[in-house]
């Protein structure tokens, strides 16, 4: 019996304490839960922001000069626990009624809103909310943070993040794109390289490593720098400005590359936008052009077609062809853009180039065959993307090959029917610029760590031969004539050889499904110095508007500047005293024999005339000063060698037109 009472003890001692524990647990879920609630869901919200947006410092971008395009820079996030708020104002004034509460939240939301650039009546409804966390801003500079804590405002707090800023504005936004507000890159290079710049891709570096940093919450990423150079594209983003004052287009491209390389050296487009200032811009505005646009090249095309046909060896520069303006193909009629005007008779590839003729290039495109014209469209890229390191990139259109009739493989000829991106076609002439390889275009360099070490380096890398060699010198040699006596004239840069090509191509008018009378699009692609080019140029025009709707017109300056300006800036002398307009060189006095330096023991034979020029002595002269005085003279020169120069011709003292090219020979030797 005593042993029962015993057990009948120790279980109610158990069931009491039992009790006990039950209380203490409903009551601290009590604390929790309902009294504590606010506080502690505003600390939770802290903690999983302070998770999810305080990790990464996004790394910079520069250009090729070291000058900053992209950067992050310290910020806060800002957000309030209504609740908090409002019970700290019941507080403050006991019996206070609802209304003034509202009156005193109301007074708060004035406040912030103009720190902050916000609707009052925004900040005021999210104020008063009965909830314990709100945001009220994003990515806020630290001095509005500054100016927020003086105001000493009970349930407001901030959490740390970063701000993307870009100091340059407009200039490349196309290229760098935007970063949201969860700090993931989602336009142009910084969504390419997102995991770089974030540093969630981890790369081989000798430096410490990512979980060595001061303050394990941040994690630094990667920095790029980009092939791009400011001084490029600043004439870049002049030029487009130019071309929007000047006629007008619904849109324009302009894109310089090293040929010899691939490196991007310059990209714009228009319409463009502030980075700064994304949220307020068109998604239409932020499009890279350069790589998105597809259109109908026109006749700059006509340098892929003939780059395989010199190839192919089915056309020499002096095979002739019959142009009497105009080309029957089954029941449709091809024609030139100046048939109204003339016809040409017969003339060589050559002059067919030079003068842009659809004729011409119809029967070239004839002569190379359907089967064999698509092997050079598929080998020089078109209808593929060139897989550059910028997002946003479309692969242009290629016609079905076999849809493709008489009447098609005519047009395609002469750069109408298929699709392509100014990336693309740049690329493409880029090749026969540089010796017939087909390189690989990028822009971005390198990139290095937040202690400067390498750890990436973008190399050169050629895709694959397309020509050889002496088709590219070739197909050169005739587009310097298109630039120096044929419709390219107005890319003309004085004591520099370059070789360009035009394009005027008619739209497709949407309504009718039919090629368009009155809209265009004009294009001009040119490269220089012709021999040994260091820069190419496209600038592409969208339904410009003007008296003359021409490529060689309305594009062909905007390259002249480019090429001429870049090269000067390189070092590469040019005729800084030559006028800068074709129309003036006509008005040029004739220079003396002094001024040209012309040797004593080598007299002219007559006087020059209009537009003749006497060949300076150059001998003793280095490459720099040799080229300094021809530029002068407008005549373009072919340099061999290195040193001093010791032969040329012809001869000192000869006579010869403007814009002749002089060949100089350098050596060390006999100087």
């Excluded at 709100?134 to 509005?144: E, G, H, N, T």
């Excluded at 490196?263 to 811009?281: A, E, H, Q, V």
């Excluded at 020169?637 to 002089?662: C, M, W």
Aim: aromatic content about 6%; charged content about 20%.
């Amino acid at each position: 019996m005593k042993r029962i009472k015993r057990y009948f003890f120790r279980e109610w001692v158990i069931y009491i304490c039992l009790m006990i524990i039950a209380l203490l647990i409903m009551g601290k879920l009590v604390y929790l839960q309902i009294i504590n609630a606010s506080e502690l869901s505003a600390r939770a919200a802290t903690f999983k922001t302070n998770n999810q947006e305080m990790v990464y410092e996004r790394g910079s971008i520069a250009d090729a000069q070291g000058n900053i395009l992209a950067k992050s820079v310290p910020a806060k996030d800002i957000y309030a626990d209504p609740k908090s708020l409002k019970k700290a104002i019941q507080k403050s004034e006991k019996n206070i009624s609802d209304e003034k509460v509202n009156l005193k939240i109301q007074e708060i939301a004035q406040n912030l809103a103009n720190i902050l650039g916000k609707d009052p009546k925004e900040v005021f409804n999210l104020l008063s909310k009965d909830l314990s966390w709100v945001s009220l801003a994003r990515q806020i500079d630290l001095d509005k943070v500054k100016q927020i804590n003086e105001l000493n405002i009970p349930g407001i707090g901030f959490t740390d993040t970063y701000k993307r800023v870009y100091p340059t504005g407009t200039m490349a936004s196309s290229i760098l794109g935007i970063v949201n507000m969860a700090g993931d890159g989602v336009e142009g290079v910084e969504y390419s390289y997102n995991a770089e710049l974030k540093g969630q891709k981890q790369l081989k570096s000798q430096g410490p490593t990512q979980n060595e940093q001061e303050n394990t919450n941040i994690q630094s990423g990667y920095n790029l720098t980009l092939t791009l150079d400011s001084t490029i594209q600043h004439l870049v983003e002049q030029e487009l400005d130019k071309i929007i004052a000047e006629s007008q287009p619904k849109s324009a491209v302009i894109l310089a590359m090293d040929p010899m390389t691939g490196k991007i050296l310059g990209m714009g487009s228009r319409p463009n936008f502030d980075p700064n200032l994304y949220g307020s811009s068109k998604a239409s505005d932020r499009k890279n052009l350069a790589i998105s646009m597809i259109y109908e090249p026109g006749s700059t095309f006509k340098v892929i077609t003939g780059a395989a046909a010199l190839e192919e060896n089915v056309v020499t520069a002096n095979t002739v062809f019959s142009d009497p303006g105009y080309l029957n193909v089954g029941t449709r009629k091809i024609t030139n853009w100046d048939s109204d005007k003339k016809a040409h008779g017969d003339i060589s590839f050559a002059e067919g180039m030079k003068l842009s003729s659809n004729v011409v290039l119809a029967q070239v495109g004839k002569a190379l065959g359907k089967d064999v014209f698509y092997t050079y469209l598929k080998s020089f890229g078109f209808g593929s993307k060139t897989k550059i390191d910028i997002a946003g990139e479309e692969q242009g259109l290629l016609v079905d090959k076999n849809m493709v009739k008489d009447i098609e493989l005519a047009t395609m000829s002469f750069g109408q029917a298929n699709l392509v991106t100014p990336l693309q076609l740049l690329t493409a002439i880029s090749a026969v610029a540089n010796g017939g390889k087909l390189m690989q275009p990028y822009v971005v360099e390198k990139i290095t760590n937040k202690q400067n070490e390498l750890l990436v380096k973008n190399d050169p890398k050629v895709v694959r031969e397309v020509i050889s060699r002496t088709t590219s010198e070739a197909l050169t040699n005739i587009l310097a004539e298109v630039v120096d006596k044929g419709t390219g004239g107005r890319a003309k840069v004085p004591g520099i050889r370059v070789a360009g090509k035009t394009g005027t191509a008619q739209k497709i008018n949407p309504d009718t499904g039919r090629y368009s009378e009155t809209d265009y699009i004009v294009s001009f692609v040119g490269y220089a110095p012709a021999d040994n080019p260091k820069i190419a140029v496209l600038v592409v025009e969208d339904t410009p508007h003007g008296e003359v709707i021409q490529g060689g017109t309305l594009a062909g300056p905007h390259v002249k500047t480019i090429i001429e300006s870049t090269l000067q800036y390189y070092g590469i002398p040019v005729a800084a005293s030559t006028p800068s307009k074709l129309s003036d060189l006509s008005n040029m006095s004739v220079p003396s024999a002094k001024e040209t330096g012309s040797s004593s023991t080598n007299s002219p034979a007559r006087t020059p005339g209009k537009g003749e020029v006497l060949v300076p002595d150059l001998k003793g002269l280095t490459i720099r000063q040799a080229g300094e005085k021809l530029g002068k003279l407008d005549l373009h020169y072919r340099f061999q060698g290195s040193g001093l120069a010791s032969k040329q011709h012809p001869e000192p003292g000869s006579i010869v037109n403007q814009g002749d090219t002089i060949d100089v020979i350098f050596s060390w030797e006999n100087n």
